[in-house]
């Protein structure tokens, strides 16, 4: 299991929470609900607005530590991410927090994962969606970020 032990090889990013840490209603980055969770969320959820994920979407973060409300902004350190196939489509889950992640933090956040595949794998199912659902492990943050395409945000007030 790779991990990060200084704060000067872990990329500072600024993550959009989506669902915060307790909740049971799991949304996207536009705001919509994606599904209501019979178990609340352990921890606060939520993306990365510079960068798009393998998945077409914003790239996933995880923010561990107390709950923060729906649409705080934080900078936070990625300690590192998790590989996931939702539906046969790859994509990372960034891991965040202010203090490095001890071996005991990543086996339980591993654990969360595989078990959320196999949830994930009932509710496309149910929703008639096709596509093999896993966990990948425990990777590096850098090479998440390396696989993400930055995002580029016009100025609405730009000429």
Known sequence: MHSINT????????????TPRGSFLKRGSTGKLDFISPLPCPFNYGSIPAYIGTDGDFLDAVV???????????SVYAWGTVGMIDGGIYEDKLICAQKPISVRQQRLILLFFMIYAKAKYLLNLIKGRKGHNSCEGWHDAA???????????????AV
Do not use: F, Y
Not at 143 to 157: M, V
């Open 7 to 18: 704060l000067e090889q872990a990329p500072l990013v600024n993550v959009i929470i989506e």
């Open 64 to 74: 561990l530590g107390p709950r923060l409300p729906l649409g705080a902004s934080i």
């Open 143 to 157: 090479s998440a970020l390396a696989r993400a395409i930055p995002c580029i945000h016009q100025d609405k007030n």
